[in-house]
Each structure stands twice: as C-alpha cells, then as structure tokens.
C-alpha cells in the first residue's frame, strides 16, 4: 500500500497544502514516510536496534525472569521444555497434559503425593516414550529416574 503513495509523499507540497489536509491525513503521510525511511535504511534501524538493546539489557532480563514467574510464563516454558525434550502431542493435548501435571495429586506409578515447589524426588513429571514421543503418565521425579514402575504399565 505504502507503494501508491510514495509519489504522494515525495512531492513536494506547500504549506499551504498540508495545512489543507486533516489530521488523518497528516497522520497516514507521517506514518507512510515512516515506513518507506525504513525500508531505505536497515542498516540504520539495526544500529538502532542493537544500540536499545545494550542499553536495556538488565532491564529486559529482569523482565523475563519476573515473566517466567507468573503462570502464564510458568505453562510456556514447561511446555516448550517438553517440545524440546522431543514430545510430540497437539497444542490441545500439551494444555491438558500441563494441566494434569499440575492437578493430579497422586504419583501413577508408586502413589506417592505428588509436590510442585523445588526439586525433590516427589516432584510431579510428565513422563513420555522415548520411541513414540508421546505422554505416558503424570509421575513423581523418583520412578521417572527409574524404570522399574514400567513392568506394571508397559
């Protein structure tokens, strides 16, 4: 679109002329010339860029570490920790099997009940198969170290 007005925007106007044009007018040429001056000048956004970046870097790791502690932030990581653990489930099925993770009380293996503060071998897992990459159980952190809760299930 910016392309149909790009004769607009370079032809020279009299003040006269953009005194003329409404403030949506003014607005839309503004935000046009803006696009087309980036689109001339990448070299001079990614200094740009780079540039904010070194200067609010604590302050954008402060803010993802502040993320990571909201629920939201909790569910996306533990998802995407489990996609790259190579589970292969829906969207839909990850929303269920998080979840179940974090309302199922009892370990399916041992019967244990199941933690969800620090590291501690009653923690609640998601356990998958490593050949078919697809969820198993909801298990404490100890039987997903060991195998031996397989013979019952498997």
């Not at 920790?81 to 929303?95: A, F, I, N």
Request: proline content about 3%; glycine content about 2%; overall charge positive.
């Amino acid at each position: 679109m910016a392309e149909l007005y790009e004769d607009w925007l370079v032809s020279p106007m009299t003040r006269a002329e953009i005194k003329e044009l409404n403030d949506e007018e003014k607005a839309e040429r503004t935000r046009l010339k803006h696009i087309i001056w980036k689109k001339n000048n990448p070299e001079k956004i990614k200094k740009q860029k780079k540039k904010y970046d070194e200067e609010h870097r604590e302050e954008a790791a402060e803010q993802k570490r502040m993320w990571f502690q909201t629920p939201i932030g909790k569910k996306s990581h533990t998802i995407s920790t489990w996609k790259r653990y190579g589970l292969q489930e829906s969207p839909e099925d990850l929303d269920r099997i998080y979840n179940l993770r974090e309302t199922q009380e009892l370990c399916n293996a041992c019967d244990v009940k199941l933690t969800r503060t620090g590291k501690c071998s009653t923690q609640a897992t998601m356990d998958h198969d490593h050949d078919t990459h697809r969820f198993r159980h909801i298990i404490c952190l100890a039987c997903n170290n060991k195998d031996s809760w397989k013979k019952y299930f498997c």
